[in-house]
């Protein structure tokens, strides 16, 4: 059986990207500037997408590496990440 790696670490990276939203929840409350909203919302995608190549690295060296091993579950393997990358 496998185990999962530990994606603890991201909970903060998460957590900031969480706050950052809010944000850009507060600036349009307030009827912030246009730039200034999309400068924040960029920023929020910026952060979510470092979780996302962390997360995506952490799949590769682990549960893709332990997979190779068994050409069957290489091939799932394959086609799980093929899905993911063409959403």
Known sequence: MHKHPNHKPQITRLKRAEGQLRGVVRLIDEGKYCIDILNQLKAVQKALAS???NILETHIENCVAQA???PGEAQ???AELTKIIKR
Do not use: F
């Open 76 to 78: 799932q393997k394959i």
């Open 51 to 53: 979780v996302e190549a």
């Open 68 to 70: 190779i091993s068994s």
